[in-house]
């Protein structure tokens, strides 16, 4: 019972008592300031830079071009206008 008391009798002084609300506002401020931080730290890192965006940009086109002379490298070793155009019809041009 004595234990009970003396921490009673200690924490319900008024100066504890706003020492504790003042702990409590510091750790909400803190908190928040962590949170904030963090947030703004994460959002940096997975932004992409400049040289990453040019960098991909160069990736589509470098394969957007491959598959175009890919094409056409094979319509060129297949194609000719004999097929496609009948001997007769090319006079009449």
Do not use: C
């Not at 504790?20 to 994460?42: N, T």
């Not at 319509?75 to 155009?85: A, R």
């Amino acid at each position: 019972m004595g234990k009970k008391d003396s921490k009673n009798a200690i924490s319900s002084s008024p100066i504890e008592n706003h020492r504790k609300q003042i702990g409590k506002q510091e750790m909400k401020r803190a908190k928040k300031e962590m949170k904030v931080a963090k947030k703004h730290l994460d959002q940096k890192r997975s932004a992409m830079t400049i040289q990453e965006v040019i960098l991909v940009v160069g990736a589509l086109l470098a394969v957007v071009a491959g598959i175009y002379f890919f094409f056409m490298y094979q319509l060129g070793t297949q194609w000719s206008p004999e097929k496609i155009i009948p001997e007769n019809t090319k006079q009449d041009l």
